[in-house]
T-cell receptor
Framework: KNEVEQSPQNLTAQEGEFITINCSYS?????LHWLQQHPGGGIVSLFM???GKKKHGRLIATINIQEKHSSLHITASHPRDSAVYIC????????????FGKGTKLTVNP | NAGVTQTPKFRILKIGQSMTLQCTQD?????MYWYRQDPGMGLKLIYY???????DKGEVPNGYNVSRSTTEDFPLRLELAAPSQTSVYFC?????????????FGNGTRLTVT
């Protein structure tokens, strides 16, 4: 069983729709990262969470430590949001070995 | 600041050849990482370093070597390239002050071994 599962694997939306991407995990964590990988390949860190909720522009990330679940929400989606969104876990115990999900490919159509 | 700079962007190697992927960061970060990304798979950690002179293996270290002689540079060496090493390689860094510090990625190196 994978330590981290993302859903859905692929998501197609119309411009303006509210998007939710989910990340579930089975291990104790120190922190969770949400990353964005553009079609050109570059990876950008969007959020780091250890509890609660964070907001940056149209992006909102939440985490529920008890339920071992995090969500990434995009409000008023736009075609430029089309990318692969990846969650990554920093597991407890001081290890630097981040565990990555396989990513959710989001396509937002105009 | 340039952030994390990787070179080259693309490379084609023949089986058995060697090469070094360069990674440098100008943010004075302690922690540096090398990942590989295969199609449809999550990023896998090859090697990481928590500071100059200190390196450790990740999940998939076989066939690779690293060194960290300075804070800025973390080169990845491929000896005797094999087709299984065809992948996209990413270097990343973070400050390491506290658990929750953001990752900064380079733009990647697309390597093909034929």
């Amino acid at each position: 069983k994978n330590e981290v599962e993302q859903s859905p694997q692929n998501l197609t939306a119309q411009e303006g729709e509210f998007i939710t991407i989910n990340c579930s995990y089975s291990v104790g964590i120190s922190a969770l990262h949400w990353l964005q990988q553009h079609p050109g390949g570059g990876i950008v860190s969007l959020f780091m969470l250890s509890s609660g909720k964070k907001k940056h522009g149209r992006l909102i990330a939440t985490i529920n430590i008890q339920e071992k679940h995090s969500s990434l929400h995009i409000t008023a989606s736009h075609p430029r949001d089309s990318a692969v969104y990846i969650c990554a876990l920093l597991t407890q115990g001081g290890s630097e070995k981040l565990v990555f999900g396989k990513g959710t490919k989001l396509t937002v159509n105009p | 600041n340039a952030g994390v700079t990787q070179t080259p962007k693309f490379r084609i190697l023949k089986i058995g050849q060697s090469m070094t992927l360069q990674c440098t960061q100008d943010m004075n970060h302690n922690y540096m990482y090398w990942y590989r990304q295969d199609p449809g798979m999550g990023l896998k950690l090859i090697y990481y370093s928590v500071g100059a002179g200190i390196t450790d293996k990740g999940e998939v270290p076989n066939g690779y070597n690293v060194s960290r002689s300075t804070t800025e540079d973390f080169p990845l060496r491929l000896e005797l390239a094999a087709p299984s090493q065809t992948s996209v390689y990413f270097c990343a860094s973070r400050s390491g002050t506290g658990k929750v510090s953001p990752l900064h990625f380079g733009n990647g190196t697309r390597l093909t071994v034929t």
